[in-house]
């Protein structure tokens, strides 16, 4: 039933963003908000989920679907907080961390943004200082700064190019 459940939501969902965007401005105001509501509601029902299971790898990858499938700006920074709330209650939360990765990344394979890494430095850095054998963290870290260093690797062989 539950399966049955999400097919017909994703169809739903992607029908809808297909027709309009969550920032639309004109005509489309009601389908905006039908959108957001129907988001709202099942990214609750996911928060639910993961606050029985927070390491539930369907509920994380049904996350990660409606995070990229909507793909706004406010839904990304809303998930920060989310997986921040997650990391506070439990440090150790591989997935909470992974999830982090993920909404930081808007959901892309590109380097974050210098500034938008030192945010990300900082996170790790301050979360290792609470628990600093919790190798989450320093992974994170670590993740970081080879991103940003073949980031800068690919910069400078594009200059030259």
């Known amino acids: 039933l539950e399966h049955a459940f999400s097919s017909v939501l994703k169809l739903t969902l992607k029908s809808s963003v297909a ?3 969550l920032s639309s401005t004109g005509g489309e105001d009601e389908e905006c908000l039908r959108i957001t509501k129907l988001v709202e509601m099942e990214m609750e029902y996911v928060a639910d989920v993961l606050a ?4 539930n790898y369907h509920a994380w990858s049904h996350r990660q679907w409606i995070l990229s499938t909507v793909n706004e700006t406010m839904i990304w920074k809303t998930e920060l907080i989310f997986v921040n709330t997650l990391i506070k209650e439990d440090i150790r939360n591989n997935s909470a961390w992974n999830q982090r990765w993920f909404a930081s ?8 943004s210098l500034e938008n890494a030192i945010v990300e430095i900082d996170y790790s850095l301050e979360a290792a200082t ?32």
């Open 19 to 21: 027709s309009a965007s």
């Open 105 to 112: 990344h808007y959901g892309k394979k590109v380097p974050l």
């Open 130 to 161: 609470i628990d600093p054998y919790n190798e989450s963290p320093w992974r994170y870290l670590i993740g970081l700064l080879r991103e940003q260093r073949n980031g800068t690797k690919e910069d400078v062989n594009n200059n030259n190019n």
């Open 52 to 55: 029985e299971d927070s390491k």
